[in-house]
């Protein structure tokens, strides 16, 4: 079971943004120690609790930073840029890092109506359009040729739910899936195995939660900025866990939803649990998209995962 990391840069209270972006770097660093296969940036814009808004940026300095370990994206959003354009930068990442960049791609759109219009994006879904050309361009079949034209094929992986899932099968290229489609529910295992059934002997899968051994109210600071925003529609930076700070109805709701999807505990709790997920779904590798605030705690859980999985 391959096992890899994907770090949002969350931000923290009284921390600036660059304090995140260079504490991602320095996660990196540690999971190539730790022999993680994989670490991945994420792409949100505009949004308090995450500072990674250029996913190639930060891509090339974690890059620069690591000599073995695979870098990639978590994913870059294809309505909010032009597919030769990711080609290229992909096309740079991986002629100065060659054969550790992946790229993963999404569909999500910015959360508001001023961030989508501040990135020019209208709404339409041409994802399909888009990640077909984007494709085209990494395998030199476009039109165009982007350059630098790559010495080897950049692994495309793409980030589904729903429809993405049939789309990503239809094509024959691996997923990444995490939420509802990783629930223990007859949609679930149905969505997987259509998956399955499109991309034949090409399917690959890719779980992505979020997974901390340890103490349980390692959860808490993530539980907490989710509750958050279902109240005030802005996902803030992570703060300590506080098991008495004063909720309202909705926001108790949400944080006792919230540790469903999330595995927590110490190494037996997070074994069974994980053997459990990844049986059921047949995964091919784990994509851990864990956060704390306290980030000590952080750098052991993710030792301790390494060490139970390897």
């Not at 991945?40 to 930060?58: D, Q, R, T, Y």
């Not at 494709?135 to 950049?154: E, S």
């Not at 008495?244 to 919230?258: F, H, N």
């Amino acid at each position: 079971m391959r096992l890899s990391l994907l770090d949002r840069s969350r931000t923290r209270a009284g921390e600036p943004d660059s304090a995140a972006l260079r504490h991602t770097v320095e996660r990196a660093q540690r999971a190539e120690e730790l022999g993680y296969h994989r670490f991945w940036v994420a792409e949100h814009h505009a949004v308090p609790g995450i500072a990674s808004g250029s996913p190639a940026v930060l891509m090339a300095a974690v890059a620069a930073a690591t000599s073995r370990i695979r870098v990639g994206s978590g994913g870059i959003m294809l309505p909010n840029h032009q597919p030769m354009v990711v080609a290229e930068q992909v096309g740079v990442l991986a002629a100065l890092h060659p054969g550790r960049i992946d790229v993963g791609v999404g569909r999500s759109l910015g959360f508001t109506a001023p961030v989508r219009h501040a990135l020019r994006t209208d709404g339409a879904d041409t994802f399909r359009e888009d990640l077909d050309e984007l494709r085209a361009y990494l395998d030199g079949t476009a039109p165009v040729t982007a350059r630098p034209r790559l010495d080897a094929p950049v692994p495309l992986f793409v980030l589904a739910t729903g429809k993405g899932l049939a789309v990503a099968g239809d094509l024959g290229l691996p997923v990444v899936v995490g939420g509802p489609v990783l629930d223990d529910t007859p949609a679930g295992a149905a969505a997987l195995a259509d998956y399955r059934d499109r991309a034949g002997d090409r399917a690959c899968i890719v779980v992505s939660l979020d997974v901390l051994v340890g103490d349980p109210e390692l959860a808490l600071p993530e539980a907490w900025a989710l509750a958050a925003a279902r109240s005030t529609g802005e996902f803030p930076p992570l703060e300590p866990p506080d098991p008495d700070r004063p909720l309202s109805t909705r926001q108790r709701t949400t944080m006792e939803g919230a540790p469903r999807r999330t595995i927590v505990g110490d190494q037996e709790t997070v074994a069974t649990r994980l053997d459990a997920l990844l049986t059921r779904t047949g995964a091919d590798e784990l994509l851990v998209s864990s956060s704390t605030f306290d980030r000590a705690a952080l750098a052991e859980s993710d030792a301790r995962l390494a060490a139970l999985l390897s």
